[in-house]
């Protein structure tokens, strides 16, 4: 209510302090720093204005918690809620904080590159780009999802693109399936970017389709998926004399049927 906002926002000054005992709590006791992380998300649900002065604190310590692969899946998860909840609720505020493209965003990008290794269990389950699940590449799915359609795409391009270049770049498979993924979730709400960069984007994603790692490959034709989806009719006209003799490979030699289909 109202007045329970009131009363709230009188708390503001101890906000710092009480970040503070958030962190210590994490150090300390996950148990205990999730409980804390728990309080939070029902402020941010709340009374979002009452992370306002604090906003760049509380995302920089929503990152670290994500970033730490010793936490449990839940309290990334409940991390992430926070700022994430005060994206939706405060989008104009968020979108100035600089932490969400400097510390949110590489937090999540490392969250979606913890892809499950083990390829019989992957092939066995559904809808990994959903974002569904409650572990962590899960959270990061539906976290880029959710901000991305916040934060608009001028933020969303000048945050992700660097990050995607480096996971493209990377060595590693698990980096590189998070880049196309990454690719993928942002298409529709930086529709026109992408529009104006059509052929850079294609050039990326289809480059090496029919040579990668499956699951690189799988992330590819995610982001190809929604690529022809979201820029339709166009892409469609220009490139399906180049598109289709390479899908058809695909789908008469691909050895993974998650990837034919």
């Known amino acids: 209510s109202a007045n329970e906002a009131s009363t709230v926002n009188k708390f503001k000054t101890l906000l710092p302090t009480m970040i503070e005992v958030v962190v210590a709590a994490l150090q300390q006791d996950e148990d205990l ?16 204005t009452f992370f306002k002065e604090s906003a760049a604190a509380i995302v920089k310590v929503v990152s670290d918690a994500a970033r730490n692969d010793e936490f449990e899946e839940g309290t990334k998860s409940q991390a992430c809620e926070i700022v994430l909840n005060l994206t939706e609720a405060m989008p104009a505020i968020m979108r100035k904080v600089n932490e969400v493209k400097t510390e949110f965003w590489p937090a999540l990008m490392q969250m979606l590159a913890r892809a499950e290794a083990d390829m019989e269990v992957w092939e066995a389950s559904l809808d990994d780009e959903l974002g569904t699940k409650s572990d962590a590449y899960s959270t990061a799915v539906s976290s880029i999802g959710r901000l991305s359609g916040q934060l608009k795409e001028k933020n969303t391009v000048a945050a992700s693109t660097p990050l995607i270049g480096e996971c493209l770049n990377h060595g590693d498979w698990t980096a590189k399936q998070a880049g196309f ?15 104006a960069n059509m ?44 598109l289709m003799p390479a899908l058809l490979s695909i789908v008469t030699s691909e050895p993974s049927l998650k990837v034919k289909t």
């Open 33 to 48: 720093g999730k409980n804390a992380l728990e309080s939070f998300v029902d402020l941010s649900q709340g009374v979002p």
């Open 181 to 195: 993924i990454t690719i993928g979730l942002i298409v529709e709400p930086c529709k026109d970017h992408f529009k």
């Open 199 to 242: 052929d850079a984007a294609m050039t990326q994603v289809c480059a090496g389709l029919q040579t990668d790692h499956t699951r690189v490959k799988y992330a590819r034709l995610y982001a190809l998926g929604t690529l022809l989806q979201h820029l339709a009719p166009n892409v469609q006209f220009k490139y399906h004399a180049e």
